[in-house]
């Protein structure tokens, strides 16, 4: 049987030694004598503030306006205050060439009564100077900035705008364009301009696509048009002064001349006229233009090999129409009315869609 150890109770100043290490230990230990799942729920309240109802539906609230807020920023539809110094208008080339001095000053007067009333269109561009590439509101734009130069007020420093972000730069025109084509019509020279550059940017595969994408509202008829300008603009946009006021009719008597081969005679009527100081104004160019139209108009080209020998202009009988082109036109009718055919070596869609152009204004005279 094993010995049994006598126990004796501590001394009076052995208790006071034990409960002062006690003391010491417990008081370095947070939330002594607290048990761990006390605390944990302690915590969680602290962190967590009761709320009521109210308040939890004013968060949830906040919480949707925002994620809203930044898909409409995202998709564009937020107007913005942009410095103007922020905005590069020459980003991308421009469709419009001249601005009219009568309709800036009145678009500056508008302004200046009653605000900006449509904000510009810009898109995100990778310039840290000029953040912001110009698609659409180039007019405004420049008004606005006149308005700060002249006045030096600050509510003429920024401008509204919305930020796009097109999928391509195709788009970018195309919006500019569209833009442009509702509130300031272009010329038929600055749309050819704006096709050709686009194609030869790589924005499209060429003049013709982009005339169809930039364009495609535009009828057959413009189109085609549009198409005889931006041949004017390959050819002859380096040497022209005054393209911009070239008239349509006039336009397309130059297009028809450059498809039969008088690029270089023009450019060589220009530049002797040029270098003789006689191209000072629009009408002096035309003068130079018209002299080699008219000699390529009268001009007939070489028959077709085996095709019908050229002959004078005039009826050949009551239904065929010979003229000095080389170009027949023959009259007829069925039961559905009357037709005429257009045949000859010269006749292209272009001259088909003048022709249905100068019969459409006919029958419709009163």
């Known amino acids: 049987m094993a010995k049994r150890r006598k ?15 006690f003391r ?13 799942i006390s605390q944990v729920a302690a915590e969680s309240a602290r962190a967590h503030t009761a709320m009521d109802a109210e308040n939890r539906a004013e968060i949830a609230r906040d919480k949707t306006e925002a994620a809203a807020h930044r898909e409409a920023k995202g998709q564009g539809r937020i107007i913005e205050e942009i410095p103007l110094d922020r ?80 999928e391509a730069l195709g788009g970018a025109i195309t919006a500019m364009v569209e833009e442009n084509e509702i509130r300031a019509s272009l010329s038929h020279f600055e749309r050819g301009r704006i096709a050709v550059i686009s194609a030869q940017q790589g924005v499209f595969a060429s003049a013709e696509a982009a ?100 002959r004078k202009s005039g009826w050949d009988d009551s239904h065929t129409l010979e003229l000095s082109t080389g170009i027949t036109l023959q009259r007829g009718s069925d039961t559905q009315g009357h037709l005429i055919r257009i045949k000859g070596g010269r006749v292209d869609s272009v001259m088909v869609d003048e022709a249905m152009q100068y019969l459409a204004r006919l029958f419709e005279k009163d």
């Open 7 to 21: 126990v004796t109770a501590p001394s009076a100043d052995e208790l006071s030694k034990i409960e002062a290490e």
């Open 24 to 36: 010491r230990e417990t008081l370095n230990r947070p939330n002594a004598g607290v048990a761990p």
């Open 87 to 166: 905005i590069a208008e020459n980003a991308m080339v421009r469709d419009r060439m001249i601005l009219d001095a009568e309709e800036m000053d009145e678009l500056k007067l508008s302004i200046g009564a009653h605000g900006l009333r449509l904000p510009i269109e810009v898109y995100p561009q990778d310039d840290a100077e000029k953040p912001y590439g110009l698609i659409s509101g180039y007019r405004r734009l420049q008004a606005v900035r006149d308005l700060y130069a002249l006045t030096k007020q600050e509510k003429y420093a920024t401008i509204k705008a919305l930020v796009r972000e097109p």
């Open 211 to 310: 005339v169809n994408a930039l364009f495609s509202s535009a009828s057959k008829a413009k189109r085609s048009k549009i198409r005889s300008f931006a041949l004017i603009f390959e050819e002859l946009g380096d040497m022209l002064l005054f393209p911009e006021m070239l008239k349509e009719k006039d336009g397309l008597r130059v297009a028809a001349v450059l498809r039969a081969g008088a690029e270089s005679r023009i450019r060589e009527n220009l530049a002797q006229g040029q270098d003789r100081d006689e191209c000072k104004t629009p009408e002096e160019e035309w003068i130079l233009l018209e002299e080699v139209v008219k000699q390529f108009e009268k001009e007939a080209l070489p028959s077709p090999k085996g095709g019908r020998p050229k």
